[in-house]
T-cell receptor
Framework: DQQVKQNSPSLSVQEGRISILNCDYTNSMFDYFLWYKKYPAEGPTFLISISSIKDKNEDGRFTVFLNKSAKHLSLHIVPSQPGDSAVYFC???????????????FGKGTHLIIQP | DVKVTQSSRYLVKRTGEKVFLECVQDMDHENMFWYRQDPGLGLRLIYFSYDVKMKEKGDIPEGYSVSREKKERFSLILESASTNQTSMYLCASLLGGANVLTFGAGSRLTVL
C-alpha cells in the first residue's frame, strides 16, 4: 500500500516557466512533509519542508503548498532553471505523532526536465 | 554541516558473494537508515537503527542484515548477493527529535 504517491513519473517544463510537482498521501498520521532533490549518482538533498500546522512555506524560488483536507501537497518552482532538472521526491513523516525514528516514507519520485 | 560518508561509491560483485556497505556520519546522530533506490520504485527503507546495537526492519529487509557497533557507523550486509540486489544504496542519518534526513552520496552496487 503506497502511502505517498507521486503520480507523474516525469514532467517537462520550459526554462523560465513554473514547474508544479504534485504529491498525495493517505496516512492521516503524517504531520511533516519534505521535498528532496536528487541528481544522478548523488544522494538526495533536502529542499524544503512544511509542517501540518501550515498551508504554505516559501524559500526563494521554491514554494510548497499543503492541503490537509485533500491530503495533497505540491512544490512550485518559479522560474524554472536548467539546474532544476533532477528527480524530486516527496516524503512524509509522523514525527509529532511519535513516528520520527522510523524515518521518512517516500514517493516514487518525479523526474523534472527543464527544456531550454 | 552533517556529513554522511559512504566509502564505496561503485561496487561490482558476483552472485553469492558477501557484500559490506559502510556508512559513517560525523554529527553524533542517534538514528541511521539504509534505503535502496530503483527506477520507478523510489526510495525503499531496508533497515534502520535508533541506537548502538539496535536495529529495526524497514519495508524490504529480506536478503539484508545490518550492524551498528558504534554510534557513527552503520553497515549494510548482503550475506549472499543476488542479481535483484543490483541497486543504488543510500545511507542516511537523523538527529533524534528532528525531521530532516541527511543522505550520503550513495553506493551503486552491481551484482553479476
Amino acid at each position: 500500500d503506497q502511502q505517498v504517491k507521486q503520480n507523474s513519473p516525469s514532467l517537462s517544463v520550459q526554462e523560465g516557466r513554473i514547474s508544479i510537482l504534485n504529491c498525495d498521501y493517505t496516512n492521516s498520521m503524517f504531520d511533516y512533509f519534505l521535498w528532496y532533490k536528487k541528481y544522478p549518482a548523488e544522494g538526495p538533498t533536502f529542499l524544503i519542508s512544511i509542517s501540518s500546522i501550515k498551508d504554505k512555506n516559501e524559500d526563494g524560488r521554491f514554494t510548497v503548498f499543503l492541503n490537509k483536507s485533500a491530503k495533497h501537497l505540491s512544490l512550485h518552482i518559479v522560474p524554472s532553471q536548467p539546474g532544476d532538472s533532477a528527480v524530486y521526491f516527496c516524503a512524509a513523516s509522523a514525527l509529532y505523532s511519535g513516528g520520527g525514528a522510523d524515518g521518512l516514507t517516500f514517493g516514487k519520485g518525479t523526474h523534472l526536465i527543464i527544456q531550454p | 554541516d552533517v556529513k554522511v560518508t559512504q566509502s564505496s561509491r561503485y561496487l561490482v560483485k558476483r552472485t553469492g558473494e558477501k557484500v559490506f556497505l559502510e556508512c559513517v556520519q560525523d554529527m553524533d546522530h542517534e538514528n541511521m537508515f539504509w534505503y535502496r533506490q530503483d527506477p520507478g520504485l523510489g526510495l525503499r527503507l531496508i533497515y534502520f537503527s535508533y541506537d548502538v546495537k539496535m536495529k529495526e526492519k524497514g519495508d524490504i529487509p529480506e536478503g539484508y542484515s545490518v550492524s551498528r557497533e558504534k554510534k557513527e557507523r552503520f553497515s549494510l550486509i548482503l550475506e549472499s548477493a543476488s542479481t535483484n540486489q543490483t541497486s543504488m544504496y543510500l545511507c542516511a542519518s537523523l538527529l533524534g527529535g528532528a525531521n530532516v534526513l541527511t543522505f550520503g552520496a550513495g553506493s551503486r552496487l552491481t551484482v553479476l
